[in-house]
């Protein structure tokens, strides 16, 4: 039987700034609980809904409250996690000179195509655990976004589902909604 080997989150950092997977080149990794987690590298309507969500993510109605980080870590020491979302928003005070913490976090959007079912799943209760109060799953297949809200006893309460025709608002900034049409439409 083989067992991989766990690491923890300060384990994982120390081989990151020691350049440990320089050798990796362009091909991604991320800290799932204590365990390294090769992403999938990103096809083309993976990349331009991440486009569109970083140019919804840094217009001004959101540069005031927040700062959009793109493809970045979120760093969840006590689950020994270094998820990489496609993009998220930290509050506007935070320091760029570490990573931030699910305290920092306002909002947090994976961009699903092939990882659906990690994102909707174990992704989803990870980032329940760690507190992140918004979370949502651009769902590419089924061009629909699901929004996670409510995290209790390390998962959502709160799962609802946004489709064509429908926007949704962002709880750190209600005023700013996202118009699934601009999203996922042509």
Known sequence: MSVGLRISYD?????????AFDALRDKRIELIHG???????PGPTHS???AKLTDWSTEPPVKKIAKARVQD?????????????????????FDDHQHPLPSDVLLLIEVADSSLDG?????AELYAA???RDYWVVDLPNRVVHVFREPKNDV?????????GDEICPLANPQYP??????LGP
């Open 48 to 50: 331009g809904a991440v």
């Open 178 to 183: 996202l118009v699934i049409s601009r999203l």
């Open 130 to 132: 760690a507190g992140i």
């Open 35 to 41: 365990e390294l987690c090769s992403m999938t590298p």
């Open 11 to 19: 384990e994982y950092a120390r081989m990151v700034e020691d350049g």
């Open 156 to 164: 959502y309460s709160q799962h609802t589902t946004a489709g064509m």
């Open 119 to 123: 994102d909707c799943g174990e992704k």
């Open 73 to 93: 870590v979120v760093a969840i020491p006590e689950l020994d996690s270094a998820p990489q979302p496609d993009v998220f928003w930290v509050k506007r005070q």
